[in-house]
């Protein structure tokens, strides 16, 4: 019988101890996702180049192997006061901890975290398994859109088996809301701007790394970075070129949901690049790439 493309589950769980299967002893977090992706055997392969005599291709052997998972989640809280997002263990094996405090959760980034996933990805029957998961996400937001984040996961290899489908519960995961008037609001150097779009890009530097008794998958550094649209005002009441020239950080607040429901990106010190003008439905808009200094852009629900 023909296996299915789009009977797949996607389950995780945090792991305890690095690389050790926290889902087998464990209760799992299945995956309401989008465009779920497995790169099954990434890595290297290493021809052997003998000279033997013959043209031709010579055998090659797997000197690396590891795997890849990618998906896009709905931008939303918990539903439940203080109560971190079905998402917020995937952002923690991002280098984010996670801090419930009296009125709202706080995602901040850690740069010595040590946390890792588990991750089951079942294709119809067969089982890819990947330990000592580590990995980064974007996050998109346009208007008249449902916002995501879209993560990508490295984990160590594991042999492919045979599993039947498991059962999933996605009660914890909350219905997105679109992004515009009702829902959403954005800030830039203290002032409300009239947001058509917002992108942000953690980019954390993941990398599979082996040696004789050794296989972990690191973080090795991140260089954050992000683009907005912004209906383009009179210069009087912004002008984005002279902060670009001149190097000035700024305030930015996205914030989207109702309450208890809420999600909101910030950061005290952005750097605006060079901004260019565009145009929506007619209306003159500045593109602006940006990128977030230090450590200190949060990820806050409420």
Known sequence: MARKTRKKALLFALE?????????????????????????????NTELKYDDGNLGNSPELATEVYATVEFSVDLAGSGTANLAPAWAPLVQACSRD????????????NEDSAASLTMYMNY??????????????????KAKELPSIMFTFTGLFVPVTVAAMPATNFAAWKKPQPVGVKHSAFSLAGAAAKLI???????????????VG????????????????????????????????????VAME??????????????????????????????????????????????TTK
Request: glycine share 8%; hydrophobic share 45%; no cysteine.
């Open 124 to 141: 119809h029957g067969v089982l890819h398994a990947l330990l000592g998961a580590r990995g980064t996400f974007k996050i998109s937001a």
């Open 214 to 249: 050794f296989e972990e998958v690191l973080i090795t550094d991140f260089k954050p970075s992000g683009k907005i649209i912004i209906e383009a005002a009179s210069l009087a009441e912004f002008d984005p070129f002279i902060l670009a020239a001149n190097n000035t950080e």
């Open 16 to 44: 305890a101890t690095y690389g050790v299967d926290a889902i087998a002893a464990g209760v799992p977090v299945a995956v309401l996702g989008r465009d779920v992706k497995i790169v099954p055997m990434a890595g290297d």
């Open 197 to 211: 779009s917002f992108e942000y890009d953690q980019a954390n530097t993941v990398a599979y790394t082996e040696y």
């Open 98 to 109: 996670i801090t419930p405090g009296a009125s709202s959760v706080v995602m901040a980034i």
């Open 254 to 299: 996205f914030s989207h949901g109702s309450a208890l429901n809420q999600v909101i990106w910030s950061s005290s010190r952005i750097s605006l690049g060079r901004p260019e003008y565009g145009d929506q439905d007619g209306t003159l808009t500045y593109e602006i790439p940006f990128k977030p200094i230090s450590t200190i852009d949060l990820l």
